[in-house]
């Protein structure tokens, strides 16, 4: 096998959860483009609607499944959905994610539950619900989408950065557990520009800070999120299990051109 086979998925499926845009909708799109059928699930169908055309326009199957992550009903429809109707799920994108910035003082309890339901939780139920098919069939392999500012410090970040931390050990924890059969990997992801990110480039001078601040002065796109989730995915990362990989153009402390005043 050459070394760029070893980046193909042919034959294989991939359930991609926030895959209606952004991050998620990127790395739907680049495992069609290596030959896997891909299941795209969010809560907004006519997002994922589009997606999934763009993956069957390259000759893949696909599935649109309208899912909210934060509900384990809905996520046992997903799994069971995608097995039904595509007979496997050997690559699992954990991709949906997120939580407000704002001031730890302003932060109540009910957004720090729910950022780490939104985050960890529903990883874990959909790994949970996944990974004894994938057994079944010899192994797969999952990948979280995790986020620099969990392992970075920064103030407003006190719900989302503890979640994408908690999310990072759990990907440590999972890949040690179902090794040989199971890897598990993590994409520490850096500032990309998305949906999300939009409001905030959108202010004066804010993607130019922000860009400064990054030691390769430029924004991340869902592109090159997108070949590091492949190379985890696929038998060119088949050595690779328990890492989170930093993808964040350098960054090693804060680059985000908000802040909050001391107290």
């Known amino acids: 096998m050459s070394i760029l086979e070893r980046f193909r998925l042919d034959g294989k499926v991939a359930l991609v959860t926030g895959a209606g845009r952004g991050i998620g909708a990127g790395i739907a799109t680049a495992f069609a483009e290596a030959g896997a059928d891909v299941v795209c699930a969010a809560r907004t169908p006519a997002e994922i609607d589009a997606v999934a055309e763009r993956v069957r326009a390259l000759g893949r199957r696909a599935l649109a499944v309208p899912c909210d992550v934060m509900e384990r009903a809905q996520l046992e ?3 069971a959905c995608a097995i039904a109707e595509l007979g496997r799920v050997d690559v699992l994108v954990n991709n949906a994610g997120g939580s407000p910035w704002q001031p730890f003082l302003r932060t109540s309890e009910r957004v720090f539950e729910e950022a780490f339901r939104f985050n960890v939780t529903s990883a874990f139920l959909l790994a949970r619900l996944v990974v004894p098919h994938m057994l079944e069939r010899g192994g797969g392999a999952i990948v979280n989408v995790s986020s620099a500012m969990g392992r970075i410090t920064d103030r407003g970040f ?3 950065g503890t979640a994408k931390a908690g999310l990072s050990h759990l990907t440590r924890l999972l890949a040690n557990e ?4 199971v890897r598990v990997n993590a994409i520490s992801v850096g500032a990309v520009e998305t949906s999300a990110l939009a409001p905030f480039l959108a202010a004066e001078g804010m993607r130019e800070r922000l860009e400064a601040r990054t030691p390769l002065r430029r924004i991340g796109s869902p592109e090159d999120i997108a070949a590091a989730a492949l190379w985890l995915a ?5 050595w690779v299990t328990g890492k989170i990989i ?3 153009g350098g960054t090693e402390t804060t680059n985000f051109p908000l802040s909050l005043p001391d107290l």
Request: proline letters at 6%; charged letters at 20%; a negative charge.
């Open 77 to 79: 429809s997903l799994a």
């Open 158 to 160: 006190s719900a989302y």
């Open 178 to 181: 179902l090794a040989p059969r």
């Open 234 to 238: 696929s038998d060119a990362g088949s």
């Open 246 to 248: 930093e993808v964040d």
